[in-house]
């Protein structure tokens, strides 16, 4: 039987992480290259994840940074020209770019968006993001892939695709009502939707897809939201945001080998209840 470790071992093979300077993305790149891979930061901040990118090559991690809009089908394909033309192959890919909105972001005015109000232009450019940017660059990176005869696909979801959000750990005393918005529940149930289609629609093909559903992931939260959310899950907190990239290598890795068309949730216990 093969050595377990060695089934982690990603040396010689090709990564792009989309949302690759995000909150977990960052994590997902330095994870994939510490296992050996060539890693692409892909994001539509090109400065930024040229600039990480540099950074983990410092500490002798093979990287390069690229932009990229994930809802433009040009750009991605440009993307993925330019990972085959750097590595000569594409192995992994992982999509952790969406649109997320939080209380503390440039889209926090939403919040305050009843459903029966709910702009149709926001909708649109959600879906656009979250569903139609995972679609391009499925897409694009299968070609490579179905050539190499070898490719994993992982789709970053939510619980919030699972569920729908408990609207009332937003509340608060005295103040106006606030919400997660619609698209992203709707958005992260239909990257589970596109994670199975991908997995048996290329069966045969040697090109697996799985997703991976974090639980809430702990970035500066006030203590009221982190007490109301931490009391939802069976583990009483929420994640740290390294706590998804064991997860992660595990469905890039071989050691996910006879995975497919699954979802790995690691949500604290947020589910099981």
């Known amino acids: 039987m093969t050595d377990i470790f060695t089934k982690f071992d990603l040396t010689g093979q090709t990564a792009v992480v989309t949302g690759g300077i995000g909150l977990l993305g960052r994590g997902f790149v330095k994870t994939l290259a510490q296992a050996g891979a060539s890693v692409i930061v892909a994001d539509i901040n090109e400065k930024a994840a040229q600039s990480y990118a540099k950074e983990l090559r410092e500490e002798k991690l093979e990287a390069r940074g690229i932009g990229v809009n994930v809802t433009d089908k040009n750009s991605v394909e440009g993307l993925v020209s330019k990972t085959v033309d750097t590595y000569g192959r594409l192995d992994v890919l992982v999509c952790s770019a969406a649109m997320d909105p939080k209380f503390d972001d440039s889209q926090t005015g939403q919040h305050s968006n009843t459903f029966e109000d709910y702009p149709l232009q926001m909708w649109n450019d959600a879906l656009n993001v979250n569903l139609t940017g995972l679609f391009l660059c499925a897409q694009a990176a299968v070609k490579p892939m179905l050539e190499q005869d070898h490719g994993v696909i992982i789709n970053i979801c939510s619980t919030y695709g699972l569920t729908g ?10 103040k106006a009502p606030r919400y ?10 239909g990257v589970l939707g596109l994670t199975r289609y991908l997995a048996t629609y290329y069966a045969g093909k040697n090109i697996r897809a799985n997703a991976l559903t974090p639980g809430g992931v702990y970035n500066d939260h006030d203590e009221e939201f982190t007490r109301r959310y931490s009391y939802r899950t069976v583990m009483g907190r929420m994640a740290d945001k390294d706590e998804m990239n064991g997860a992660m290598l595990f469905l890039a890795s071989d050691a996910s080998s006879y995975m497919t068309g699954s979802n790995l949730v690691v949500d604290g216990g947020w589910t099981a209840w």
Do not use: L, M, N, W
């Not at 997660?180 to 149930?189: E, G, H, I, N, R």
């Open 165 to 174: 959000p408990d609207q009332r750990i937003y509340e608060r005393p005295g």
């Open 180 to 189: 997660k918005p619609v698209f992203y529940s709707v958005t992260k149930a």
